[in-house]
């Protein structure tokens, strides 16, 4: 194959790369731009405040995490992990000794006429919907910043691949015609060959 030939095939493949990584760049962009506007949205419409930093509700040890949010509105997917992992389920261990909404519904319904343990119940089931939302709502801000960070990927990427593309390209038009690659034999060999053939 001719040298040229191979430089232009080579830096063609490359712009198309080059295409591809721009349209899964901006679909990442999309993704990330959507899914954190769907966070913030959700999130902001519940209207949850952190409470103060110097507030007795999160004085004690297992709190200190909510410091750093103190007063602010949850918006995000960092903070829906906060308030979910060290507030509402530090408040939940302490309903009933520990026990999950699923533990003790089974007990309730062997003491149906338990109010104390039907309350329980009520609060952690209560608790618990309320975790799993806020959870839900960090694992799809952590993927809306992953996409984020792919989409930089990919807008990188498709940057040194049109540089290369583009100096591949310089290359074939430099490139001798009569030059070839892929043949198994040096040029030189080859020029020999031809001029015995000929002779």
């Known amino acids: 194959m001719r040298r040229k030939t191979f430089d232009?095939?080579?830096s063609?493949?490359?712009m198309l790369l080059v295409v591809v990584l721009i349209v899964a760049g901006a679909l990442l962009t999309w993704g990330h731009v959507?899914?954190?506007n769907e966070v913030y949205t959700q999130l902001s419409s519940q209207k949850i405040y952190f409470p103060a930093a110097n507030s007795p509700a999160v004085a004690a040890p297992e709190f200190s995490a909510m410091k750093q949010y103190?007063?602010?509105l949850l918006t995000t997917g960092a903070q829906a992990e906060v308030y979910a992992d060290h507030f509402i389920a530090n408040h939940l261990k302490a309903v009933a000794?520990?026990?999950t909404y699923a533990q003790l519904s089974s007990e309730a319904q062997s003491q149906p006429n338990n109010t104390t343990l039907a309350?329980?119940?009520n609060t952690l089931f209560k608790g618990e919907a309320l975790r799993g939302m806020l959870l839900n709502a960090y694992a799809f801000g952590t993927i809306g910043t992953i996409m984020g960070f792919a989409a930089i990927g990919a807008y990188i990427a498709a940057a040194i691949m049109l540089v290369l593309s583009i100096l591949g390209l310089y290359h074939?038009?430099?490139a001798d015609p009569a030059d070839e690659i892929l043949?198994?034999?040096p040029k030189s060999e080859r020029s020999y060959q031809s001029v015995g053939a000929n002779a």
């Open 70 to 72: 103190g007063g602010q």
């Open 97 to 99: 000794g520990g026990k």
């Open 8 to 10: 232009t095939l080579v």
């Open 172 to 174: 074939a038009r430099k």
């Open 12 to 14: 063609l493949t490359g």
């Open 183 to 185: 043949t198994g034999a």
């Open 119 to 121: 309350n329980q119940v």
């Open 34 to 36: 959507y899914i954190n």
